[in-house]
């Protein structure tokens, strides 16, 4: 199975070569050119298997060039005790008969983020290995909060590989900054940006497509790759945790092989959502996937309007992983459906890119609402849902999974679709002690660490331990750039002058 660029290119790359470079040279997204069939007689099959042997499967159908004994390892190594402190690994929460929650965050940074970042560095390496890459490569990620943490901890310290991270200076949660500026590994930098997600996030794009800063970092004897979801490595393993928790189901006699499916994710860059879609192209029996979004609600009003709408005020909210107007994994849904035309999609984002806008298709629309429904929840939802969740049902969640779970509950109400829906529980609510104290109704006094206690005392849950452990660190990195000088920043960064 070859790879190719959304944007048209005719050049046709191997899976480890789309894990390489993560960014095509047109600044378009690896895709594959073909999709396996996952029969309904296999999903039964691995519904008595482990998450690392549904995980090493999934990728095995994607990721030509590695074999199975090989994933096999990286699974065993990616999904393993003690950096995940659930032996199921993803395990699903029932809240009632037709709602699941999808816990995503027992791994070492009590984020989603984890259930791919502990696989790609594994990838990657084995990937510069089948292509006898000898430059030394730069990893450069922009974070909205939990990508940074998971990428750090992933590449800390593997060799060959260097990690640098951009984050918004005031858009991340005190945790989330404090996991990431404490991160220890000789490879690794942190670096606040003075703006939002989205500006960190041009930066980084800006960067890769930088011809001449190619050129000087070649000759240097570097070159550049990503963490964030525009590397195919990073989605190929989300894709295995739709197909397990629909595994889950079937094992624990939930449903019947066959039987569809709702899953509701929140999402800001569109990579988790997209990762389910890919499931269900490839044969998981899914009715809709509902995409939650919060007061930035550019995706819900794109799947509503067909018009994807980046000028608009831009909220920092108390799901700071979800704030984000550019929505880059949806460049490969609509590479997909428009019938993989390059030069649509390219068009589409040059329109995004001078315009701000772009608008599709009646028919291009209309294939999107079969699959996706859409909704957005606001502040004051958020907090009343987690209250309510927390003191109706006895179970705590963070402030991004509330958006979900409103989301998903609107979307009952509205189409009177009763599916059951797995709801996608991207992080542990220990992240957002001050949110979530805040909506069981508490005085927050003190930020971080300091509220990890209070918030076990309430909820009766265990402090994760990787979490706990930032209390006796020091933060490591302490800087900021403007917006204009994340590239000498990156540059200084690895000594090319």
């Not at 989603?112 to 560095?121: E, V």
């Not at 310290?157 to 005031?170: C, H, L």
């Not at 192209?281 to 609600?297: E, H, Q, T, V, Y």
Request: overall charge negative; some cysteine.
């Amino acid at each position: 199975m070859n790879y190719r660029s959304t944007r048209g290119s005719d050049k046709r790359i191997t899976a480890a070569e789309a894990i390489i470079w993560g960014l095509a040279d047109d600044g378009g997204l690896y895709v594959p050119e073909l999709f396996p069939l996952l029969t309904e007689e296999k999903i039964a099959e691995l519904a008595g298997k482990s998450y690392q042997e549904r995980a090493a499967y999934i990728m095995n159908l994607f990721l030509d060039g590695f074999d199975s004994e090989e994933l096999t390892q990286f699974s065993n190594l990616a999904y393993s005790e003690p950096g995940y402190d659930h032996p199921a690994i993803a395990p699903l929460y029932k809240l009632d008969n037709n709602t699941r929650f999808l816990e995503l965050w027992h791994g070492p940074t009590c984020a989603f983020k984890d259930m791919a970042l502990q696989m790609l560095p594994r990838l990657l390496t084995s990937s510069l290995r089948k292509t006898g890459e000898s430059r030394e490569v730069c990893i450069l990620v922009a974070t909205s909060g939990d990508t940074g943490k998971a990428a750090l901890e992933g590449f800390a310290d593997v060799p060959g590989i260097k990690i640098m991270v951009f984050y918004p200076r005031d858009g991340v949660s005190d945790i989330q900054k404090l996991q990431m500026s404490t991160q220890i590994g000789n490879n690794v930098n942190v670096v606040a940006v003075e703006g939002n997600f989205d500006d960190a996030q041009t930066g980084v794009k800006s960067i890769f497509s930088d011809a001449k800063l190619r050129d000087e970092l070649d000759r240097s004897g570097y070159f550049l790759s990503s963490a964030n979801s525009i590397n195919w490595g990073r989605l190929v393993p989300q894709i295995a945790y739709y197909v397990s928790a629909y595994c889950d189901l079937l094992a624990e006699e939930e449903i019947i092989p066959g039987n569809m499916i709702n899953f509701c994710v929140p999402t800001g860059n569109f990579g988790n959502i997209l990762a389910a879609w890919y499931a269900k192209k490839i044969g998981l029996p899914i009715n809709k996937l509902i995409c939650a979004s919060n007061r930035n609600d550019v995706l819900t009003q794109f799947i509503s309007t067909g018009t994807y709408d980046r000028n608009r005020t831009f909220f920092t909210t108390s799901s700071p992983s979800m704030d984000i107007l550019v929505s880059s994994n949806l460049e490969r849904l609509l590479f997909e459906l428009s019938g993989k035309d390059g030069e649509a999609t390219r068009e589409y984002m040059s329109a995004l890119s001078r315009l701000g806008r772009y608008e599709i298709p009646p028919a291009t629309k209309d294939e999107i609402n079969s699959v996706f429904a859409g909704g957005w929840c606001c502040e004051d939802d958020t907090m009343t849902t987690i209250a309510d969740v927390f003191y109706k049902n006895g179970y705590l969640i963070d402030t991004h999974t509330a958006v979900a779970y409103k989301v998903r509950s609107d979307y009952m109400s509205e189409t009177g679709d009763e599916t059951l829906t797995v709801v996608v529980s991207t992080a542990s609510p220990f992240k957002f002690c001050d949110s979530v104290l805040k909506a069981l109704g508490r005085q927050v006094i003190g930020t971080g660490v300091d509220l990890l206690d209070e918030l076990a005392d309430i909820s009766g849950c265990d402090i994760p331990a990787s979490l706990s452990s930032l209390r006796k660190k020091q933060p490591r990195f302490t800087g900021s750039v403007a917006k204009d000088g994340m590239k000498s920043a990156v540059k200084g960064f690895l000594g090319v002058r």
